[in-house]
């Protein structure tokens, strides 16, 4: 056979085996096509407007030094403090006010972010952050939870998670024995679980993770009827391969095996996307392809990671957003992409850029996708910290205000609309039977409030009556969508038969019209108004039992009242817990709300804002704005043997000159991209040609080192440089 004959079977023979395995864009390259490796990727701007790059490593540094300062002083701080004498335990918010905590989310993020913008977190303002840590670690189910009292089972993302951040930081301060056999505990607790859930070698089979979670005590899966988490496949088969890597224990690059198919084998429609673990799967995929020789799908994994989609996703319309927001380009943010027009997180954005950064390493078609993608997050990032927008677009402006003057604790989420607005009563406007006996209108306008603040009435008798009539005055908003939200509690004092009903009317005369009745239930209650009422609106609540020979007189106690409608506000900075959900309805167009004082709670999230080395550790500007320098290796935990690896995306329509700092020894920049050297014996500073829309993966080998090749893999001075040559 001739060697042009032999080279087109070859060819041929490469696109029907990548196309048999589902990987179009292989098969794209093998035709010599161009394609998107990830096509969410090309709705985003080459260079999104306006143009405001935070210092994220500084940012990083200085959310260290608040969030663990002890002497902090002001509401809600500070945000760290010992649980004991010994100093062997903190506590700490998930969000700024919240009385709940702590949480390994939270703690062990900010334990791998100080460290991945090279702070020693185990002698940091003289503590050892890092066996801080260990009370996580749970022995009855073997692995690091989410609570230091908590049990496995819940959730499948908050029980993996923090075995995901616990073995990076035990990649980031090896050597510690006692952390090496939490490691192996488990690795060895999350492969039993595989077995349970079916995975095995004779006969052949995958586990199956359509679950909510998985219980590592009873070893049983466990389902809440609500939702099911397969991403939590894609988590555990990052910590067995991590775990194979270290104990070449060959149970865990098996169990890793499974999970990735068992990932892979889903139809395209049912992405197992839940929350933020599913990037784990991409990465391991593609070290996997390029370290083993294996050909999992990482095209199907990464486009899972971005693309929202309808049901059967397992978090419906839940991946990576685009577009801009009333001026501002958000692409790039992780969350959802339909929740009131979209709704971004600030720990699913780190999380994310942390995770896939390094994928160009062990794939470069994703280079170009990937250097893109994290140039809108960077700048579409800063939209989640108080100092990127007015008060007016933003919940907790005035605490960050006064207490955050860096503004280095991030909103948990950011929203293309504000939650609603919400008209609160403006008077208590008649009492024509029972009495107030304590608090007034001004009592109703927040829910929840700490101490509880509410509004009594109570029912007196009326002859052998016992009656109640009061009337609030609101003004109504002018829009088509408005609701009568009310949160009260009927006490009952003995009161047969009684109940609260609630009305309103335009006309202090009426004619009223009913809009719900209360009997014991405190729960939120809810009531649209219709379109063509407008001016004040007159809430009216009354006795229901007229009955006579009554002695006893009921209670309402009144939390909360508000007038909930649509806002015109974005994009707004918040989260979920100022605002409280009462109901939603018509697929989430119009949230029905009350809202909670910002003396009780603040919609500032530590445990978002603790993930954002992620970002401070891999990013940094160059010479060139726009233009990112992105460190490949900085959270490519337990890779093997690598030199300075750096990403490079130019998003200009020319040719741009970046600068290097290649240090004092001369060295041999090869480029991963166009499989070439771009400079040879170079030391210092340095410049590299970028073409127009173009990535390069510079790789910083030492000079005159020979390069082999061996199968797929392209070495220097004996160090793999590119997994695909």
Same mark, same amino acid.
């Not at 990083?60 to 010994?86: C, I, Q």
């Not at 991963?672 to 400079?679: E, R, T």
């Given at each position: 056979?001739?060697?042009?004959?032999? #080279?087109?079977?070859?060819?041929?023979?490469?696109?029907?085996?990548?196309?048999?395995?589902?990987?179009?864009?292989?098969?794209?390259?093998?035709?010599? =096509?161009?394609?998107?490796?990830?096509?969410?990727?090309?709705?985003?701007?080459?260079?999104?407007?306006?143009?405001?790059?935070?210092?994220?490593?500084?940012?990083?540094?200085?959310?260290?030094?608040?969030?663990?300062?002890? @002497?902090?002083?002001?509401?809600?701080?500070?945000?760290?403090?010992?649980?004991?004498?010994?100093?062997?335990?903190?506590?700490?918010?998930?969000? !700024?006010? $919240?009385?709940?905590?702590?949480?390994?989310?939270?703690?062990?993020?900010?334990?791998?972010?100080?460290?991945?913008?090279?702070?020693?977190?185990?002698?940091?303002?003289?503590?050892?952050? !890092?066996?801080?840590?260990? $009370?996580?670690?749970?022995?009855?189910?073997?692995?690091?939870?989410?609570?230091?009292?908590?049990?496995?089972?819940?959730?499948?993302?908050?029980?993996? *998670?923090?075995?995901?951040?616990?073995?990076?930081?035990?990649?980031?301060?090896?050597?510690?024995?006692?952390? @090496?056999?939490?490691?192996?505990?488990?690795?060895?607790?999350?492969?039993?679980?595989?077995?349970?859930?079916?995975?095995?070698?004779?006969?052949?089979?995958?586990?199956?993770?359509?679950?909510?979670?998985? /219980?590592?005590?009873?070893?049983?899966?466990?389902?809440?009827?609500?939702?099911?988490?397969?991403?939590?496949?894609?988590?555990?088969? +990052?910590?067995?391969?991590?775990?194979?890597? /270290?104990?070449?224990?060959?149970?865990? %690059?098996?169990?890793?095996?499974?999970?990735?198919?068992?990932?892979?084998?889903?139809?395209?429609?049912?992405?197992?996307?839940?929350?933020?673990?599913?990037?784990? =799967?991409?990465?391991?995929?593609?070290?996997?392809?390029?370290?083993?020789?294996?050909?999992?799908? &990482?095209?199907?994994?990464?486009?899972?990671?971005?693309?929202?989609?309808?049901?059967?996703?397992?978090?419906?319309?839940?991946?990576?957003?685009?577009?801009?927001?009333?001026?501002?380009?958000?692409?790039?943010? !992780?969350?959802?992409?339909?929740?009131?027009?979209?709704?971004?997180?600030?720990?699913?954005?780190?999380?994310?850029?942390?995770?896939?950064?390094?994928?160009?390493?062990?794939?470069?078609?994703?280079?170009?996708?990937?250097?893109?993608?994290?140039?809108?997050?960077?700048?579409?990032?800063?939209?989640?910290?108080?100092?990127?927008?007015?008060?007016?677009?933003?919940?907790?402006?005035?605490?960050?205000?006064?207490?955050?003057?860096? #503004?280095?604790?991030?909103?948990?989420?950011?929203?293309?609309?504000?939650? #609603?607005?919400? /008209?609160?009563?403006?008077?208590?406007?008649?009492?024509?039977?029972?009495?107030?006996?304590?608090?007034?209108?001004?009592?109703?306008?927040?829910?929840? @409030? @700490?101490?509880?603040?509410?509004?009594? *009435?109570?029912?007196?008798?009326?002859?052998?009556?016992?009656?109640?009539?009061?009337? +609030?005055?609101?003004?109504?908003?002018?829009?088509?969508?408005?609701?009568?939200?009310?949160?009260?509690?009927?006490?009952?004092?003995?009161?047969?038969?009684?109940?609260?009903?609630?009305?309103?009317?335009? $006309?202090?005369?009426?004619?009223?019209?009913?809009?719900?009745?209360?009997?014991?239930?405190?729960?939120?209650? &809810?009531?649209?108004?219709?379109?063509? %009422?407008?001016?004040?609106?007159?809430?009216?609540?009354?006795?229901?039992?007229?009955?006579?020979?009554?002695?006893?007189?009921?209670?309402?106690?009144?939390?909360?009242?508000?007038?909930?409608?649509?806002?015109?506000?974005?994009?707004?900075?918040?989260?979920? *817990?100022?605002?409280?959900?009462?109901?939603? &309805?018509?697929?989430?167009?119009?949230?029905?709300? %009350?809202?909670?004082?910002?003396?009780?709670?603040?919609?500032?999230?530590?445990?978002?804002?603790?993930?954002?080395?992620?970002?401070?550790?891999?990013?940094?500007?160059? /010479?060139?704005?726009?233009?990112?320098?992105?460190?490949?290796?900085?959270?490519?935990?337990?890779?093997?043997?690598?030199?300075?690896?750096?990403?490079?995306?130019?998003?200009?329509?020319?040719?741009?000159?970046?600068? %290097?700092?290649?240090?004092?020894?001369?060295?041999?920049?090869?480029?991963?991209?166009?499989?070439?050297?771009?400079?040879?014996?170079?030391?210092?500073?340095?410049?590299?040609?970028?073409?127009?829309?173009?990535?390069? &993966?510079?790789?910083?080998?030492?000079?005159?080192?020979?390069?082999?090749?061996?199968?797929?893999?392209?070495?220097?001075?004996?160090?793999?440089?590119?997994?695909?040559?």
């Amino acid at each position: 056979m001739n060697s042009t004959l032999s #080279s087109i079977l070859q060819c041929v023979l490469f696109v029907v085996a990548t196309a048999s395995s589902g990987s179009a864009a292989y098969a794209a390259e093998a035709m010599g =096509a161009s394609s998107a490796a990830i096509s969410r990727v090309e709705q985003m701007p080459n260079y999104p407007q306006p143009f405001a790059l935070r210092d994220w490593w500084q940012v990083t540094m200085n959310y260290l030094d608040f969030a663990f300062d002890f @002497e902090k002083r002001g509401p809600h701080l500070p945000l760290v403090r010992w649980e004991n004498k010994s100093k062997t335990m903190i506590w700490m918010p998930a969000y !700024v006010g $919240n009385k709940d905590g702590p949480e390994s989310i939270n703690y062990l993020a900010a334990i791998v972010s100080g460290s991945l913008v090279g702070l020693d977190m185990r002698t940091y303002r003289g503590h050892d952050w !890092v066996a801080i840590g260990t $009370n996580f670690y749970n022995p009855a189910d073997g692995v690091f939870l989410d609570s230091p009292n908590g049990q496995s089972g819940g959730s499948f993302w908050y029980d993996v *998670l923090p075995n995901v951040l616990f073995f990076q930081l035990t990649e980031l301060y090896p050597g510690d024995p006692a952390q @090496e056999r939490r490691r192996q505990s488990v690795a060895e607790r999350w492969y039993q679980a595989c077995v349970v859930l079916g995975g095995s070698q004779d006969p052949p089979r995958l586990p199956n993770f359509d679950h909510t979670g998985f /219980n590592l005590r009873t070893m049983k899966p466990f389902d809440n009827g609500k939702r099911i988490e397969p991403e939590g496949a894609a988590g555990i088969a +990052w910590l067995e391969y991590m775990a194979w890597e /270290n104990s070449k224990d060959p149970r865990f %690059l098996t169990a890793a095996d499974w999970t990735i198919r068992a990932l892979e084998q889903k139809p395209i429609e049912a992405n197992p996307l839940y929350e933020v673990l599913l990037p784990y =799967a991409a990465i391991t995929a593609a070290r996997m392809n390029a370290e083993l020789g294996r050909s999992y799908d &990482v095209s199907k994994l990464v486009n899972w990671c971005f693309d929202p989609g309808p049901s059967p996703q397992a978090r419906p319309q839940w991946g990576v957003i685009t577009g801009n927001w009333n001026g501002l380009d958000v692409g790039g943010l !992780v969350g959802s992409a339909t929740d009131g027009g979209g709704y971004a997180f600030a720990m699913n954005t780190f999380q994310y850029a942390g995770t896939l950064a390094p994928l160009a390493r062990y794939d470069s078609r994703y280079a170009h996708d990937l250097g893109k993608w994290i140039l809108n997050l960077a700048n579409a990032a800063r939209l989640f910290y108080a100092n990127a927008l007015d008060a007016e677009h933003q919940s907790s402006y005035a605490w960050d205000s006064a207490y955050d003057p860096k #503004s280095v604790i991030a909103y948990e989420g950011l929203r293309k609309w504000k939650r #609603s607005d919400a /008209n609160t009563a403006r008077a208590d406007y008649r009492t024509a039977g029972g009495k107030i006996l304590k608090g007034s209108f001004i009592s109703t306008r927040y829910y929840r @409030e @700490e101490p509880p603040e509410v509004e009594i *009435l109570e029912e007196t008798l009326d002859g052998d009556c016992a009656r109640l009539e009061h009337t +609030w005055e609101f003004d109504l908003p002018d829009c088509p969508e408005r609701f009568l939200v009310v949160a009260a509690e009927r006490v009952d004092q003995g009161h047969r038969d009684n109940a609260f009903r609630f009305s309103y009317a335009t $006309n202090l005369e009426g004619p009223f019209t009913e809009a719900f009745s209360l009997k014991r239930d405190g729960s939120p209650l &809810v009531k649209e108004l219709p379109a063509f %009422l407008g001016g004040k609106l007159y809430v009216k609540v009354q006795s229901t039992d007229r009955s006579k020979g009554q002695v006893a007189c009921d209670q309402l106690r009144v939390d909360a009242m508000a007038i909930s409608y649509r806002s015109e506000i974005g994009p707004y900075a918040q989260g979920d *817990l100022i605002v409280s959900f009462i109901d939603l &309805v018509k697929s989430y167009t119009v949230p029905i709300v %009350l809202y909670r004082p910002a003396s009780v709670v603040t919609d500032l999230g530590l445990y978002g804002s603790a993930h954002v080395g992620n970002l401070g550790g891999i990013l940094k500007p160059t /010479n060139i704005e726009k233009i990112l320098r992105l460190d490949l290796l900085k959270t490519d935990y337990f890779h093997g043997p690598a030199y300075p690896t750096f990403l490079y995306y130019n998003p200009y329509p020319t040719s741009k000159q970046v600068e %290097l700092d290649v240090g004092p020894e001369p060295k041999d920049v090869y480029d991963v991209v166009s499989k070439d050297f771009v400079l040879r014996k170079t030391s210092g500073k340095a410049r590299i040609t970028i073409p127009p829309d173009t990535a390069r &993966v510079v790789v910083l080998a030492p000079a005159d080192e020979k390069l082999t090749r061996d199968g797929t893999h392209t070495l220097i001075g004996g160090v793999i440089v590119d997994y695909r040559n």
